[in-house]
């Protein structure tokens, strides 16, 4: 569970080298659009949570990060920044024409809208030499290969000054570079002297312009020897409209309103690679009543079949999944992030989870309980409730997966609001409250719920049961409720039970979920820590 992402190049005492893909944010851009690179990082472990960032590089720009961990190296760094003594290295494509030899660019830069223009005198200086050298194999003729070191730190340098000179980068739109699949830029090479040794360093990473973007960004998220599940196509934010596809071990599942077609299975097994065995479809549609018995199940489209019960893998825990148990498979890949955060105890840099370490857990609409197993797995008793018998014991076949013994942690089987009322009336308190309800579902007891509508009762009716100082969780997947709202109707039921918020941190769906105009962010999650 401690192993570092791909993404890490090198990590000591005092800093750690990190590897951007194209396409994430160094930073957050919005508190609802996704959390950037740095922090996904910070909020992972806890030895990251005073992480400190002291320069970034534009979404689409790939190459090299470095963060700082100590005081120490914070200081050091600064200065160095400061002071132009870092320097730093790109590799540019460019379709126009390069310079014959080493030129050095002096120009200001004033923001003109969304744009930078290269100026004679408004704005901030910016000083970049670009010298020509080899293109890369592959690529046309056309295409030629620019070394480019920023002296200073400018926002869009390298780009406005490059398009000022007449050789834009390849794929760069928004400052007039030819077309192309990303913005061919890359950071190559970052030196600066070492805080803690006392020495200058070196850290280089070669280009690949060639990579699709949306995998490369999700071969930075995860060590196969720890995570084997993820999200490999997420709609039109990767370019394939209506369509979903998940990895699960040597499985894909792909989830669309048609089956996919000859092209679409081509298409499947190039983007997955070596290690696939089949290929399974689901339907996706809004009412799951209109599914017969056999549209419910995936149903396997090529290669070889999945065993009745397999095995996937996430943040080192084994987890039961099935093709044959209808529209749900077993785990929801989207929360992965958040069962991290119990299985580490850190949500973020000031919001250390208390008493997950021999604390209680309520893990309400438990489903086949990997949120439980985390917790369990992290030293928490854990009681995991829900209204399928069927999941429960799927759910202590995961716990023992683990070596847990599930006879230490209570399953409970029912309506949610009806235990959580039982559970109250008989005075237990449990340090985290975890709610991720679906965005309908129908009991005996309280009829319908529609998180839309119900959401704030069911906060409510948790609250009576978290401990003063615990945690709650709150999370939803109903798309009609927008995050601002969703915040709203937790808030306002914290405030009418009389609780106290001490500490609160916004949890995005996580990088290989990513977030577009075209494919808003649909998860939500809230951390709350109660007084």
């Known amino acids: 569970m401690n192993r570092s992402p791909p993404c890490v190049l090198h990590e000591d005492e005092h800093i750690v080298i990190v590897a951007k893909p194209a396409g994430w944010n160094t930073h957050a851009p919005d508190d609802y659009l996704g959390e950037g690179i740095y922090e996904w990082l910070r909020d992972r472990e806890p030895r990251w949570a005073e992480l400190a960032n002291l320069h970034r590089l534009d979404?689409?720009?790939?190459?090299?990060?470095?963060?700082?961990?100590?005081a120490l190296a914070r200081r050091s760094l600064a200065r160095q920044f400061e002071a132009r003594a870092v320097r730093k290295q790109y590799r540019m494509l460019t379709a126009g024409v390069p310079p014959?030899?080493?030129?050095?660019?002096r120009?200001?830069?004033?923001?003109?809208?969304?744009?930078?223009?290269?100026?004679?005198?408004?704005?901030d200086e910016a000083v970049t030499a670009f010298a020509p050298t080899p293109p890369p194999p592959g690529f046309p003729p056309q295409v030629h290969a620019v070394l480019a070191e920023p002296v200073?730190?400018?926002?869009?340098?390298?780009?406005?000054?490059?398009?000022?000179?007449?050789?834009?980068?390849?794929?760069?739109?928004?400052?007039?570079?030819?077309?192309?699949?990303?913005?061919?830029?890359?950071?190559?090479?970052?030196?600066?002297?070492?805080?803690?040794?006392?020495?200058?360093?070196?850290?280089?990473?070669?280009?690949?312009?060639?990579?699709?973007?949306?995998?490369?960004?999700?071969?930075?998220?995860?060590?196969?020897?720890?995570?084997?599940?993820?999200?490999?196509?997420?709609?039109?934010?990767?370019?394939?409209?209506?369509?979903?596809?998940?990895?699960?071990d040597r499985w894909l599942l792909h989830q669309s309103a048609a089956l996919p077609g000859p092209g679409d299975i081509a298409r499947l097994e190039s983007l997955a690679g070596s290690g696939i065995a089949g290929i399974y479809h689901k339907t996706l549609t809004r009412n799951l009543q209109r599914l017969d018995a056999e549209d419910a199940s995936p149903r396997l489209v090529s290669g070889e079949p999945a065993p009745a019960r397999f095995r996937a893998r996430e943040n080192g825990i084994e987890f039961e999944l099935s093709f044959e148990e209808g529209y749900s498979v077993g785990i929801f890949l989207d929360q992965r992030d958040n069962r991290r955060r119990l299985l580490a105890g850190h949500v973020a840099a000031?919001?250390?989870?208390?008493?997950?370490?021999?604390?209680?857990?309520?893990?309400?609409?438990?489903?086949?309980?990997?949120?439980?197993?985390?917790?369990?797995?992290?030293?928490?008793?854990?009681?995991?409730?829900?209204?399928?018998?069927?999941?429960?014991?799927?759910?202590?076949?995961?716990?023992?997966?683990?070596g847990l013994d599930a006879g230490g942690h209570d399953f409970i089987y029912g309506d949610?609001?009806?235990?959580?009322?039982?559970?109250?009336?008989?005075?237990?308190?449990?340090?985290?409250?975890?709610?991720?309800p679906p965005t309908f579902s129908q009991s005996k007891e309280h009829g319908v719920f529609r998180a839309e509508s119900d959401y704030g009762r069911l906060v409510s009716a948790a609250l009576a049961v978290l401990a003063p100082g615990g945690v709650l969780f709150a999370a939803s997947n109903a798309a009609r409720l927008e995050p601002a709202g969703f915040i709203d109707v937790v808030r306002e039921a914290v405030h009418a039970a009389g609780r106290r918020i001490e500490c609160q941190y916004w949890a995005a769906q996580p990088p290989d979920f990513p977030i577009s105009r075209d494919e808003p962010a649909y998860l939500k999650g809230l951390w709350l820590r109660l007084g």
């Open 59 to 70: 979404k689409d720009t790939s190459g090299l990060l470095v963060f700082a961990k100590s």
């Open 100 to 105: 014959g030899s080493r030129i050095e660019s």
């Open 107 to 123: 120009a200001c830069l004033a923001r003109r809208g969304k744009v930078y223009v290269a100026t004679a005198d408004e704005g």
């Open 152 to 248: 200073t730190g400018r926002t869009h340098q390298i780009r406005v000054q490059s398009a000022a000179l007449g050789f834009p980068v390849l794929g760069d739109a928004l400052y007039g570079g030819a077309p192309a699949p990303r913005l061919c830029l890359h950071a190559e090479r970052l030196a600066f002297h070492h805080p803690g040794i006392d020495a200058p360093v070196s850290f280089e990473l070669p280009a690949d312009f060639a990579a699709d973007i949306g995998q490369a960004r999700r071969a930075a998220l995860a060590d196969p020897a720890e995570t084997n599940t993820l999200r490999l196509v997420h709609g039109a934010a990767d370019g394939w409209p209506g369509a979903r596809v998940d990895r699960f």
């Open 350 to 402: 000031k919001f250390p989870l208390p008493g997950i370490a021999g604390g209680t857990v309520l893990n309400t609409f438990a489903y086949t309980c990997a949120f439980s197993v985390a917790a369990a797995l992290a030293g928490a008793t854990v009681t995991s409730l829900d209204l399928s018998k069927k999941y429960l014991e799927w759910g202590r076949r995961n716990f023992t997966l683990n």
């Open 416 to 436: 949610a609001f009806d235990w959580l009322r039982r559970l109250a009336k008989k005075g237990r308190r449990f340090d985290i409250v975890l709610l991720d």
